[in-house]
């Protein structure tokens, strides 16, 4: 059996836990006979994205649903909060119709991911990135972009099918968010949030981070002008 059946396995027995099928593979543990029917692509396939080789931490394998080949173009990341404001839902739009020729990435949480990936819809697509398996459609309230996206976009994970939500994938996927985008926009964030996680991703991957400022004492942007102190790109039109 190759190296890319193994790596499979691994995943499937290891539901996607990406240090246990790590460990696997040094170790060449058996492989036993299994049927896999989901589709996927792993890190030894020539439509694997680049962007994913140079984390630290590559995926193995990627779950997906919809149009594989969005993964090798031109993508653009935006992450902001669950509760999006008036303003964050606002710039939000403009941000993605600015870079219209440009798939974009998110997380398919609610708020402002949810946005984004609507909002996309108009223009070259939009790409999910999730911490579960496939089968699983959270939040709820975003089923229907699911619906659409594994149809007609793509929606992918490091996790098999049957994995259910695991508090800590959330914060491990954020790296890929990160990583498929040529830049991370950030429209929306408070100082203890997913978001800022993402942002640290992408610095660590030496992307240019694009962020919009808001008003003082508007908690809704706290975390955004605390990123644009630090030294994060500030955006003063759209």
């Not at 695991?166 to 954020?174: D, I, Q, S």
Request: proline share 3%; net charge positive.
């Amino acid at each position: 059996m190759n190296i890319k059946d193994k790596v499979v396995y691994y995943s499937y027995k290891y539901n996607g836990d990406y240090y246990k099928v790590t460990n696997a593979i040094a170790k060449n543990e058996e492989v036993k006979k299994y049927d896999i029917k989901d589709n996927y692509i792993t890190i030894f396939d020539n439509d694997y994205p680049n962007n994913f080789k140079k984390l630290r931490y590559p995926p193995w394998v990627i779950f997906y649903k919809g149009n594989i080949s969005l993964l090798n173009k031109s993508c653009i990341s935006i992450v902001g909060s669950r509760n999006a404001c008036e303003y964050g839902v606002l710039v939000t739009k403009k941000i993605v119709e600015n870079n219209k020729n440009k798939v974009v990435v998110s997380g398919l949480a609610k708020g402002i991911d949810a946005i984004a990936h609507i909002e996309a819809l108009k223009y070259s697509g939009t790409i999910g990135i999730i911490g579960s398996g496939l089968s699983i459609k959270y939040p709820y309230c975003n089923s229907f972009i699911y619906d659409i996206m594994e149809k007609e976009q793509l929606i992918i994970s490091e996790y098999p099918n049957h994995v259910t939500i695991k508090k800590h994938h959330f914060p491990f996927r954020n790296r890929l968010i990160a990583s498929l985008g040529e830049c991370l926009y950030v429209t929306q964030a408070k100082i203890k949030s997913g978001t800022m996680l993402t942002v640290n991703e992408a610095i660590n991957l030496s992307k240019d981070v694009y962020v919009v400022p808001y008003p003082l004492f508007e908690k809704e942007g706290e975390g955004c002008n605390l990123l644009i102190s630090q030294g994060a790109y500030i955006l003063t039109e759209l």
